[in-house]
């Protein structure tokens, strides 16, 4: 069974800081992984998936099969990024079936 | 563009009342999913739609949630009778292969249920 675990529920950096938020996998095979933002009161929102290796608003991720991780990180925290993330994992060959984790609040303070 | 639209986005009801969600996907967007979220969770899909047809339904509650997709457009999620437990965010996301980021899931403001 697919399963995505954000150990934390809530973290707390100093604006300008670096960021890691965590992300664990548990999947028999090459799955495809996500980052989904949350911002208040919109909706949420793909932030980047590993396949594009994209950087997006700073964020970078990427996927160690041998430790079957996912860690969002950005160098320099900004306020704006105060928002509720969730990793998620799908089978290869599309987006379609997102197994979701409990999120990680993360809150940027000045 | 308008994006997902679900409705209502609030909703308050004694338990064992029927209630339904209505969502409008996507203009174009084939696949449609019904996510259910409870607090402090995250979203939990209950069906997936392709056109018309549910492919994926395997975590329904079908006892007591059913949902159609009549002419593969919107979508309405109904919960018969409800119960307590069933308190919680209901989210409509849809997606398109043909889209410049294929199967990216758009999601809805959703709907908050809760249940008295």
């Known amino acids: 069974a697919q399963r995505v675990t954000q150990p934390e529920k809530l973290l707390s950096v100093f604006k300008g800081a670096p960021v890691e938020l965590k992300c664990n996998y548990s999947y028999s095979g090459s799955p495809e992984l996500f980052w989904y933002v949350q911002y208040s009161r919109q909706r949420l929102q793909l932030l980047l998936r590993?396949?594009s290796r994209e950087s997006i608003k700073g964020f970078t991720a990427d996927l160690n099969k041998g430790e079957t991780s996912f860690h969002l990180k950005k160098p320099f925290a900004q306020e704006e990024d105060s928002a509720m993330y969730y990793c998620?994992?799908?089978?290869?060959?599309?987006?379609?079936?997102?197994?979701f984790g409990t999120g990680t609040q993360l809150k940027v303070e000045l | 563009e308008a994006g997902v639209v679900q409705s209502p986005r609030y909703k308050i009801i004694e338990k064992k009342q029927p209630v339904a969600f209505w969502c409008n996907p996507i203009s174009g967007h084939n696949t449609l999913y019904w996510y259910l979220q409870n607090l402090g969770q995250g979203p939990e899909l209950l069906i997936r739609y392709e056109n018309e047809e549910a492919v994926d339904d395997s975590q329904l509650p079908k006892d007591r949630f059913s949902a159609e997709r009549l002419k593969g457009v919107d979508s309405t999620l109904k919960i018969q009778p409800a119960e307590l437990g069933d308190s919680a965010v209901y989210l409509c996301a849809s997606s398109s292969r043909t889209s410049g980021r294929a199967n990216e899931q758009f999601f809805g403001p959703g709907t908050r249920l809760t249940v008295l």
């Open positions: 998620a994992l799908s089978p290869p060959g599309g987006g379609n079936k997102l197994t």
């Open positions: 590993h396949i």
